[in-house]
């Protein structure tokens, strides 16, 4: 009879201990998760601000002061057809996460990203695009997804815009953007972010890689598990800057610090229309 209790009271100290220790593995497993998709937004901006690019005479890679174009260049097909930045920036990949210059091999740059070599290659599961929690699910024979975009500034169409455009962000369509275009700095421009709305395809130009932020009537919220970016964590979304560095916002961030950021003209030349 001691014995029969001995057990079930060691049973049930196993039990409560579970149930206490559930809700700390869940959040320890949750912050874990936060820091990674925080470290994953890093490294694209660094892989973005330090891309190389080979010399035609002598095949040596130089650094690049300017953040890439949004798309891969390809004259008279539209930027949902083209290739995205990524491929821009794979040669600055980790070669421990990616073998990046095996994938770039398996990639034509003067083809659209519909092609069937492209198609191929853009089913390869990049692990620095997906956000480590709740990460969306995806048929092992579909194009592979980016839970990251490219900020292009404010407004829907802002990819569209030229440098000068005072609602233009560091990463548009056509052109690359020196860093000395960024008036409040590389620190204080928005480059990349979270985002569980509407993912695509990694290898596809366009909104599936590339989106502004939507500020007209009746647009989605900035962040939220409905907003415009966020969707992976509770009430947050996160930002790579422009140097690198990654700062996080709240569903209560006033909507007018997003669009300061958003932009290269910066915060004291792109008020909010009726101030």
């Known amino acids: 009879m001691n014995r029969r209790v001995t057990i079930i009271g060691a049973v049930l100290l196993v039990l409560v201990v579970a149930a206490l220790a559930v809700p700390f593995i869940m959040k320890a497993r949750l912050q874990a998760n936060v820091v990674g998709s925080q470290n994953n937004l890093r490294e694209l901006a660094l892989f973005a601000a330090h891309h190389t690019e080979p010399n035609p005479k002598n095949d040596a890679r130089k650094l690049l002061t300017e953040i890439p174009a949004g798309t891969i260049a390809l004259y008279g097909t539209p930027p949902e057809d083209r290739l995205s930045w990524v491929v821009g920036v794979l040669p600055s990949m980790d070669q421990r996460r990616v073998n990046s210059e095996q994938l770039l091999s398996a990639i034509d740059r003067t083809k659209p990203w519909s092609a069937d070599a492209n198609q191929r290659a853009g089913r390869t599961r990049l692990v620095v695009l997906l956000c480590p929690e709740n990460t969306p699910e995806v048929p092992p024979d579909a194009a592979a997804i980016t839970c990251y975009v490219g900020i292009s500034g404010r407004g829907a169409n802002s990819a569209t815009l030229p440098v000068d455009s005072p609602h233009a962000g560091a990463?548009?369509?056509?052109?690359?953007?020196?860093?000395?275009?960024?008036?409040?700095?590389?620190?204080?421009?928005?480059?990349?972010?979270?985002?569980?709305?509407?993912?695509?395809?990694?290898?596809?130009?366009?909104?599936?890689?590339?989106?502004?932020?939507?500020?007209?009537?009746?647009?989605?919220?900035?962040?939220?598990?409905?907003?415009?970016?966020?969707?992976?964590?509770p009430g947050t979304a996160a930002f790579?800057?422009?140097?690198?560095?990654?700062?996080?916002?709240?569903?209560?961030?006033?909507?007018?610090?997003?669009?300061?950021?958003?932009?290269?003209?910066?915060?004291?030349?792109?008020?909010?229309p009726g101030e």
């Open 240 to 272: 790579a800057m422009c140097d690198g560095s990654v700062r996080t916002f709240t569903t209560g961030v006033d909507p007018r610090v997003l669009y300061g950021l958003s932009t290269v003209a910066g915060k004291g030349t792109d008020p909010v």
């Open 171 to 233: 990463m548009r369509y056509d052109t690359p953007t020196p860093f000395d275009r960024t008036v409040d700095g590389l620190s204080q421009t928005l480059l990349f972010a979270e985002t569980r709305n509407e993912v695509g395809p990694w290898l596809r130009g366009g909104p599936s890689t590339l989106r502004g932020l939507d500020d007209a009537p009746g647009a989605r919220p900035l962040i939220g598990a409905d907003g415009q970016f966020g969707g992976y964590f």
